[in-house]
Each structure stands twice: as C-alpha cells, then as structure tokens.
C-alpha cells in the first residue's frame, strides 16, 4: 500500500519517477506526488487522484529536473485522499521532505510533542510527523537525524527523505514495509516493489527491518538504523523483465494476465516433476524427509484469494497425504491463541510475500516453534527471506488488483506440494502420482485451448446480467473456494454484491435471497459431489432463481436447467479448481468492462495491503 521510488543520478530525474510510479500506481491511487532537487531547493508537485493528474501539473518542468527525486503514489490511512494530504510532507522550512509506506502508530503522541515545540503542521497524515522530528533531531547531519528520529517512531514504514542542503543525498529506510534498492552503474535508486526498477536496472538489495540506504551520486552504503554500523548487502538479480510489467496490447493488465495462465502455470511446474517417473522434486521447500515425516498438522494461512487457494490446498492435503489441515485467514490468525508447535508446518500463501497480516502471523508461527514455508510470486519479497523454506510460484509481475495468474499458479504450486509431501510419506503410489502430475501440466494446456471461446462465450452471457446488483456464487467440494473466489473477483472489480457459498448451505439461509434480481452461479463439473450440486440447483430453480452453470461438456441435463450454460472439457477431478475459476474471472472481467469500471485500479482497493 502506497509506493515509493527515488532515484540519484545524473538523468532528468521527472521521467523516471514517473514511470516508477506508473509502475507502482498499483500499490494506491488517491493521490501522488513527486519532489526533485534543483538549484538548492526542493521543486514538490502533488495531485489528488491518479497519476494522470500529477502528469498534467508537472509535465511542462520535466526539462528543467536535476538527478535526485522521490516520488510517492497514495492508498490513503490517515486523513482524507487530498491534495494537501498527499506525499511528499515537509518540514515547517520545506526544506526537508519525507515520502513513506506504511504507519506511524504513535504519530499522535510525537505530533503533539512537536506542535508543543513550535512546529506547525498542514495535514492529517501520520507521516507528515516523521518530517517534523527529523527536522527536530537535524544538526547538519541528514543520516543521523534520520536515525534519531525512527529510534522514536513505533509501527511500520519505508521511507525516502531528501534535505535541500544535501542536493546529493537521498536517505531510505525500512521497517515492516518493503523496501528494494537498485544499483546501476550511473545511479541507484529505492522502490516499493521490483516493477519500478525494471526499465533501469535488474541488480536489487533486499532492505530488511530496521535498515536504511544512503545513497550519494556514485556511492551507496546500507547501515542499521539502530547504531550506525554499515552492512554487507548480497545483490540479486532478478529475471523478469521490463516488457512483463506492461500490457503487451490487451485493454486492461487483468485480462492480459487471465491470458497468461497457461503459460504461468507451466513455468510454476517447470523442472518441478521428473518426466517419466513423475517424482516431483521441491530444492526450496527448506525440508528433510525427516522433517516432513515428523509433520502432525499443517497451518495454511493467507488473506483474499491467497486464502482461497489455502482451502483448495486443505482438500488436496487432507485427501492424499492424510494430514490434518487448518486454514486461516490470517488477520485472525495472528491475534488468536495459536496452538501451533514444531511438529506443525506453516504454510504461507501469497502473491506479494508483503501482505502485513499474513507476515505477522508467519512470524508468531515461528516464535512457537513451528517451521514456515512460504508460496510466493515476489522473488526476494519478506516472507521469502523470513520463511524456512520457498516455493516459488512462476506468474511473473502481476500489476491487476484482481489477482488471477497469481492465484491458478498458486493452485498448481500447492498441487506440487501435497504431490511432494505424499512422495515421501508414502500415501501416493508412484503410478497415481504420474497421472496426476501429468494432468497438472495437462490442465494448462486446455485453458490454453478454452479461454478465447470461453471469452466470447462470458462476454455474449453478461449481457443479460450485467445491470444485477447482487450475485450468488455456489459451488461443494474442491468447487466451493472457487464460488468465493468468483463472489470475490466480482466484487472487487465491478463494485456488485456477490456472496459465495457451499451449495450445500443455501436452504441454510441463503436460499430467502432467491427471487429473478439474484442471479446465482453454479459449479457444477461431472465430479464426485455432482448429483448434490444439480440437486441445489434444482431448488433455485423451483424459486425462480436465475442461473449461470459451469459444467461438463456433453452434459445435455445442464442445459434443460438454464439456457446460459458455459461447458469446459473433463480434467482430473482434483484439478477441476484451476479450470473452473478462468470462467468466474470472465464473468468478473466483462461485467466489470461492461459497466465502464476502472478494471485494473478499482476504487479503495490497492494491490500489496502491506498494512494491517
Ligand atoms: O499478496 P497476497 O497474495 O498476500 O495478497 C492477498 C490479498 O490481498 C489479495 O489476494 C486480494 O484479495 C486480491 N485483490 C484479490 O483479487
């Protein structure tokens, strides 16, 4: 949530903080704001709303930049999405400017202290205080002042500050929030997230907690922020490239990446399954066969659609390495009594390694012991170097909100898992361990063949539902994280009410909604639940339920129920979550196109909730 970059160098630095944030506008889109040095002064300009309008207010002085800046795109906490609460803040002399992710908890308390000294403050945002205490603590030396100033500050951030009396000087540290530096050969640079860097540079320093950057033209060093001391920093270079974080010619990053899947998911299993014997080989996952012997029960913890994918897993885990599967959503998670120890492996999901709650939980995990493995999109992301062990999902660079390759990459990561962790505990044979494994990679190749007939399929369908204001997503079995996920994909994008349930629940209550305003989607493969699910549906039906089936091609009895039946080809029944969720993306994604919604930025939202 919010996005940070800066750059020192010796190019026009506008233009690069620009495309920094355009790269980042995904982590926040109420405000944003950039500052630059020139002439011994700081030149600050903000905008309320998306970047466009920040472009427009700065585009006529982008000759006339020197080579150090920062630049911020909001996701507002503290104080209304305005102009004046925009980064980046400055100090009562404007000489100092501060641009920051995350929270200061105790800023009430500091501002309050500070207004007490005599500073004046101009807007409602926590950060604002960090500028007004590093100014406090300022005596001719920026780094230092830095450091004083966040040896006071509780809660999280990563921040850039610039001082006007250092023209070449850029300050940057970090604390539960991310934070990447990049080295080029002519300058360095800090973002929130590795897209912002990759036009310039793929060579990136992971910052950790309580680090900070000082980066000079030419020169750059990482200290602790506690005492000063310099540390020695590996780079990583990263393989992804420029080219993956753009459009590439679709209307909007979602549907480009809906269209990824296939490929997306294929890499996540590349070199993962030994052709021929189907052994399925995990490098990353930080565990012994004795260790996964030793394994008693297994914590899944995840927010949003990560969450989902954890419920799919729940079902795989469960039914083919027979251990006992808890999933959590983790912002309760992390604040329950845990009853996790060493024998329970914790497994993280999530697309960013970023997301606040599901860190915070893995980190309580850990202090009781447990190990933590993490299945993460973000190479180099927290939870990948605080976890035991990884694996690493293979989507590439996903900027929609809506997540979607992330998710299916997820699935097959997960798939992996249970195959590897039924490997060496002998709970799958060897022969259904092949087959399975190949349906994994063969499921990617019917999306492949599905998705431009399903497309035109969805886009003909919505039109008789796209004006509903509510929505019911049904589903059992494997089946029924997907109607949430659906229910969340809609709303989410095309801002309609939509609820998912298991089929199973809606005589339960749900069933009261039914009448001809509440369209219902149903997942109703040929699979072992099949006959249940039709059976639900014939009771929306008796109500004058209006309804969307997802099943089987060939199963004529779907069509005597609806006339809007979307037919996908019979995979392995356990995969059937990987194939079923591209048509709910569909529906959310043309729905959404159809109303006129901001598909890639929807309101409130932001992409990485790297707060809690
Ligand atoms: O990066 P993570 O996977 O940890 O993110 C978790 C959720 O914030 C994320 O899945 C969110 O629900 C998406 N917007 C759903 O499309």
Redo the contacts with the bound molecule.
């Keep these: 949530m919010c996005g940070i970059v800066g750059y020192v160098g010796s190019r026009r630095v506008v233009p690069i903080l620009l495309e920094g944030l355009r790269r980042l506008e995904y982590r926040g889109y109420d405000s944003a704001g950039l500052v630059y040095q020139f002439d011994n002064q700081l030149v600050r300009y903000r905008a309320k709303g998306k970047l466009a309008n920040l472009e427009a207010v700065v585009d006529e002085h982008v000759g006339v930049a020197s080579g150090v800046g920062l630049g911020h795109t909001r996701w507002a906490t503290h104080g209304a999405p305005t102009e004046n609460n925009a980064h980046p803040h400055t100090d009562c002399t404007g000489e100092l400017v501060v641009v920051h992710n995350g929270i200061i908890e105790n800023y009430s308390s500091l501002k309050n202290e500070l207004t007490a000294k005599g500073h004046v403050f101009t807007s409602e945002t926590d950060t604002e205080v960090l500028a007004h205490l590093i100014e406090d603590c300022l005596q001719g030396d920026l780094v230092a002042a830095v450091r004083a100033a966040l040896a006071r500050v509780e809660g999280s951030y990563a921040i850039g500050v610039l001082w006007a009396k250092e023209p070449e000087l850029l300050v940057a540290a970090r604390n539960h929030s991310p934070l990447v530096m990049g080295v080029a050969s002519d300058a360095c640079y800090i973002a929130s997230d590795i897209p912002a860097l990759l036009p310039y540079t793929r060579e990136v320093i992971f910052l950790d907690d309580c680090e900070m950057a000082v980066l000079r033209k030419g020169t750059y060093s990482i200290l602790k922020v506690d005492d000063g001391c310099p540390l020695e920093k590996t780079i990583s270079v990263i393989d992804w490239n420029a080219s993956m974080a753009e459009k590439a010619g679709y209307r909007h990053f979602m549907l480009k990446e809906i269209f990824e899947q296939p490929q997306a998911i294929l890499n996540t299993v590349s070199g993962r399954i030994v052709p021929d014997t189907g052994v399925v080989d995990l490098p990353e996952i930080g565990l012994d066969p004795a260790a996964v012997n030793n394994i008693e029960r297994i914590a899944l913890v ?5 969450w989902h994918a954890a419920l799919i897993a729940k079902y795989w885990i469960e039914k083919w390495v027979g251990i006992p599967v808890e999933v959590d959503i983790a912002s309760e998670f992390r604040y329950r009594r845990l009853l996790v120890n060493e024998r329970v492996l914790t497994i993280a ?7 606040a709650d ?1 860190l915070a939980g893995i980190r309580r995990a850990a202090q009781l012991g447990s190990k933590v493995v993490t299945v993460c999109n973000v190479v180099g992301s927290t939870m990948t170097r605080e976890a035991d062990g990884i694996i690493y999902t293979h989507a590439g660079p996903e900027i929609g ?3 979607t390759k ?1 998710f299916t990459c997820q699935l097959a990561a997960l798939f992996l898992l249970t195959l590897y962790l039924g490997q060496v505990r002998k709970t799958i044979d060897p022969v259904t361990q092949r087959k399975l494994g190949a349906a994994l990679i063969d499921v990617a190749g019917v999306i492949e063949t599905e998705l431009p007939r399903l497309q035109a399929e969805v886009k003909t369908l919505i039109e008789r539902y796209y004006e509903s204001k509510d929505f019911l997503f049904v589903g059992r079995g494997l089946n029924y994280p997907i109607a949430l996920e659906g229910a ?2 809609l709303k ?1 994008i095309s801002y309609i009410h939509a609820e998912g349930y298991a089929a199973g629940e809606l005589k339960h209550g749900p069933i009261a909604l039914i009448d001809r305003d509440m369209p219902v989607v149903a997942l109703a493969p040929r699979d072992s639940v099949y006959l249940k699910v039709v059976s639900n549906v014939e009771e929306i039906k008796a109500r004058q339920g209006r309804l969307v089936l997802i099943g089987t091609s060939g199963d004529e009895h779907l069509s005597t129920l609806t006339e809007d039946v979307l037919y996908l080809p019979e995979v392995c029944e356990d995969l059937n979550p990987l194939l079923y969720t591209i048509p709910a993306q569909l529906i959310a994604y043309e729905i959404a196109n159809r109303r006129g919604c901001d598909v890639d930025q929807p309101r409130n ?1 932001a ?3 790297t707060v809690e």
């Design positions: 995840a927010c949003g659609t990560s999901i999530s697309q960013s390694g970023e997301t599901t909100v809506a997540s992330a969340l994909k989410e939202l992409k990485s909730v």
